[in-house]
């Protein structure tokens, strides 16, 4: 019985040996994943990143070889530490670091152990890498900044996190990834296909050969070529004008709304983020909280719009039909509305001002006129308002634009939910006055005002911005060519725009002319408020521009917004009246303006709520020039680009 018995249990255990062997093998093949299989190595082939081009065919950024150090925890082998560490620069206890954060990824996965060697490094470690069982080299594409401009506007890329590689399976711990900017908004188009090789190991776990003679081994696929819209020459030229200086610049094409330069100041060389030095070099950009370079003012900086938000009130009160081109409104050193209330203009008591007028003067008691008639003409303010809004956002404010850009904020344009908790039974239009004159609640980013000046510029429309020409030749997106009209009617815009005409003709920016050129735009000055040891304090004023040219068939739409530069002409009109110029003529005939924009520094500005010095203004005793051997540095780097 007992011999039976001892057969009978060999028969059942062979017979679930064999039907497991069966179901394996050929029942449940289809589940077979040869990525899991631990008696397979993978090597990864990166491929090429694709090129990133300018508008005008100018390569911005290429790649360089960089070489990675890779360790597979469970096949290193006793080694001479010292000396590896020697090789690779590091100390031994950050060998023991990196080696355990190795571990606790996995024990039989690859992972990089150190990153970005240098060719030379290489060159001397690839002779003893025998020595050092486990660890072996991978090379890889680094990328190559063929300029110092756009750091912004190129972006930057970086070893992929946990989430990166948990939201997409083609990323494993060490890949490269787009961190910001282009990079990362045309992360799948630039980083093409990685290939791979399946390696046959033995049960010493010793490298045999191609697994099947390499059947399931794939070539990489480089990524693609891109071109995108801006202009290196202007974003460069706009770059220098900013030093020693903060805020943003944004110029739109506005028959096609492809950007030509992007600038936020104060910005860095995007080479500094590339290889060994990448994490301290980002580590102390980052930590810059008073400075902010890695925060691009141009897409995520928000303020009050100031005076340029005028022409907003303007088009939205032509439209209503609660004013027209030729009545007068009279100014009395301001407005008066309400019981108490009063808001202060500069234009002189008894002035009378039509559209056109008012505009030159950037008149605050025509505009506050015109914004009470447009709220009033309501049985109900809050009714009133929300009309008002949604004219305000039909011009692509306070929304995110949906263009192609990493990054950006939505602003704010209020409306009768937004000032429901503060006013929940009645709402008049004299509570919201400073939205009038681009104050108050209204909020904006310069992307979002050059984008309402090229729909004005159009004469009521806009193309959505956005940063990408071409992608080897392939059509651009049906939304980035597409026009979105505004709720404004065509008849409306020409009285408004030849009110910024004479803005540079005879008004705030008359100073600003540039010969040949028929420029129409609009000056702000914008209150600045900052909380110092909890006590709100009045900083120097903002200084901002919006401006489009030639008046007919535009070319240009820019925004220019320079954090406490006094006043709209001051900074802001010479650098716009310069860009503009550059674009459209390739030189500058205004050198004076060149020159004091170069000569001039706010860092003194930027300094005073550390400082303890005071805000107001004591006439030209406030300006501040840069030391003679800086200027002519600028200098230098201006006779460089030109």
């Known amino acids: 019985m007992r011999k039976f018995l001892l057969l009978f249990s060999v028969i059942v255990v062979g017979l679930i040996f064999t039907g497991r062997l069966l179901y394996l093998q050929v029942i449940k093949t289809t589940d077979y994943n040869l990525y899991q299989d631990n008696a397979i190595r993978k090597v990864f082939d990166y491929p090429k990143r ?57 024990p039989r996965l690859p992972y990089v152990f150190v990153s970005h060697l240098s060719k030379e490094d290489y060159a001397v470690l690839q002779e003893k890498m025998r020595k050092y069982e486990g660890f072996y080299i991978q090379k890889r594409n680094l990328r190559k900044y063929e300029t110092s401009i756009g750091a912004n506007v190129l972006g930057d890329i970086g070893e992929v996190n946990n989430r990166n590689i948990k939201n997409d399976s083609y990323y494993h711990s060490g890949d490269l990834i787009g961190k910001a900017g282009v990079e990362a908004s045309y992360e799948e188009t630039l980083r093409g296909q990685k290939g791979i090789k399946f390696i046959q190991k033995d049960i010493f776990n010793r490298n045999i050969g191609p697994y099947k003679d390499g059947i399931y081994d794939t070539l990489p ?4 070529d891109i071109k995108i819209t801006i202009d290196a020459t202007l974003q460069a030229y706009g770059e220098l004008l900013m030093t020693n200086k903060r805020g943003g610049v944004i110029a739109i094409e506005p028959e096609s709304g492809e950007i030509l330069a992007m600038i936020s100041a104060p910005t ?38 100031g005076s340029p938000f005028k022409l907003m009130n303007a088009l939205i009160a032509l439209q209503e039909g609660v004013i027209s081109t030729e009545e007068k409104i009279t100014c009395y050193n301001g407005l008066k509305y309400g019981k108490k209330a009063f808001m202060k203009c500069h234009c002189g008591y008894g002035v009378k001002n039509d559209l056109s007028r008012g505009i030159q003067q950037s008149c605050n008691a025509y505009f506050g006129t015109a914004y009470k008639r447009i709220l009033d003409k309501y049985d109900n303010a809050s009714i009133g308002i929300d009309n008002w809004s949604k004219h305000v956002q039909s011009f692509g404010l306070g929304n995110f634009l949906n263009n192609d850009l990493y990054v950006g904020q939505k602003g704010r344009i209020p409306n009768r939910e937004f000032y429901s908790n503060a006013y929940p039974k009645r709402f008049y239009s004299t509570y919201t006055m400073s939205n009038a004159i681009g104050q108050g609640e209204v909020r904006t980013t310069p992307i979002q005002l050059a984008n309402m000046v090229a ?25 980035f060519t597409t026009p979105k009209h505004t709720t404004i009617d065509k008849q409306h815009f020409d009285p408004v725009i030849e009110g910024m005409l004479k803005v540079y003709e005879k008004g705030t920016a008359e100073s600003l002319q540039v010969k040949d050129i028929e420029i129409v735009g609009k000056t702000g000055t914008v209150e600045n408020f900052v909380k110092i040891d909890s006590i709100k304090t009045q900083l120097t004023d903002h200084s901002i521009f919006v401006a489009f040219a030639p008046k007919d068939n535009p070319k240009i739409a820019i ?54 010095e005071p805000f107001k203004i004591n006439g030209q005793s406030q300006l501040q020039v840069v030391k003679p051997e800086e200027f002519y540095k600028l200098k230098k780097r201006l006779n460089q680009l030109n």
């Not at 070889?65 to 620069?89: A, G, H, W």
């Not at 995007?270 to 003012?297: H, M």
């Not at 004469?459 to 080897?472: A, D, L």
């Not at 303006?593 to 001039?600: F, R, S, T, Y």
């Open 559 to 612: 925004a220019v917004f320079v954090e406490n530069g006094y006043w709209g002409s001051r900074y802001a009109g010479k650098i716009t009246s310069l860009m503009i110029e550059k674009y459209l003529k390739g030189s500058i005939s205004r050198t004076d303006l060149e020159d004091w924009v170069l000569n001039h520094t706010l860092e003194n500005e930027y300094a005073k709520p550390y400082s303890g």
């Open 221 to 224: 696929e480089s990524g693609k």
């Open 455 to 479: 729909a004005i510029a159009n004469r009521g429309y806009y193309f959505t911005p956005h940063i990408i020409k071409s992608i080897q030749d392939q059509p651009l997106p049906e939304s």
């Open 268 to 305: 860095y060389n995007p080479n500094s983020l590339v290889g060994r030095n990448r994490s301290k070099n980002y580590t102390k950009l980052y930590r810059d909280s008073i400075a902010k370079p890695l925060f691009n003012r141009s897409l995520q900086g928000v303020y009050e719009p």
């Open 50 to 106: 694709g090129f990133v081009y300018d508008r005008n065919g100018q390569l911005l950024v290429s790649n360089q070889p960089s070489y990675d150090v890779m360790v597979i925890p469970r096949e290193v082998k006793p080694l001479d530490t010292l000396e590896f560490c020697n090789l690779l620069k590091i100390d031994k206890e950050t060998f023991i670091k990196k080696y355990d954060k190795a571990y606790r990824y996995s």
